[in-house]
């Protein structure tokens, strides 16, 4: 039986995960240092450890206790806007962390190491963006992403050390954090509609992302071991079509069945059109339907309502004030 730890596996990508392996019959060990995720979403089955990716002791007794097959790497803080002003943080977190599982994960001989990356690596290239493209990287999530992508890389090249990487986009579903004012578009809106106030926009509303049903990305992440020919390889992941913000305003409505006005604010430094291509990623996963916008945002909606109104709690620490939008400090 395959042994896998699932870093962020009491988050929102990581718990769904963490159930795919649980069918798939793997035994789950998850790492969480619940600053994002929900000990209520871990897997039923799963071992639970709480502590830091960032605590290079702690890695080095789990992997010392245990014969670790596969890590599935999920752990991260993945808010693009707000990287520009918590540098120190974001690459501590995203980078730094991330180099201590590589380390581990050469020195204990592992199957496959399995990253989930980002759509953000792209920066503001021409959508649909695709794996042979050079990435340029926009804000300072996107460059932390992509500076693990590239140790991987030089790791398999001296090490030897297989992986596979994910670049998913704007995924949103179940377990998602609706209290965070910070990432997740679909969440927020749900949280404010909940709380009766007005759904706060940047600019106009018209950048367009492909939001992704979580259901359509956590089962190719999670049986990618299995398949040899994703070894070595990136994969864009999500959804097909895309959708502007004011768009997904009125689904997100809809499902809610609620409406609330719109607050549109100053725009924010951002990738205004930002989605990709899946053909790749099709020829070596398959070609299964993907959940339609409207059907998916609905099965979060029927989510969201069970857990309420989510407090929204302010990102402490902030390295840097000077251009941070007005709205990311309010209560």
Known sequence: MAI???????????AHVSRELIKMGHTVIVLDDLSGGNRNYLAEGVEFIEGSILDHQLLEKIFNENEIDYVYHLAAYAAEGLSHFIKRFNYNNNLIGSVNLINESVKHKIKCFVFTSSIATYGALEPPMTEDMTPIPEDPYGIAKLAVEQELRVTKEMFDLDYVIFRPHNVYGEYQNLGDKYRNVVGIFMNQIMQGNALTVFGDGQQSRAFSYIGDVAPHIAKCVDIKESYGQIFNIGADSEFTVNELAKVVMKAMGCESELRYLEARNEVVHAYASHEKARKVFGTGSLTTLEEGVRKMADWAKTQGVTSSE????????????PVWLED
């Open 4 to 14: 896998s730890l699932v870093t962020g596996g009491a988050g929102f990508i990581g």
């Open 314 to 325: 302010k990102f402490k620490n902030i390295e840097i004030l000077e251009k941070l939008p």
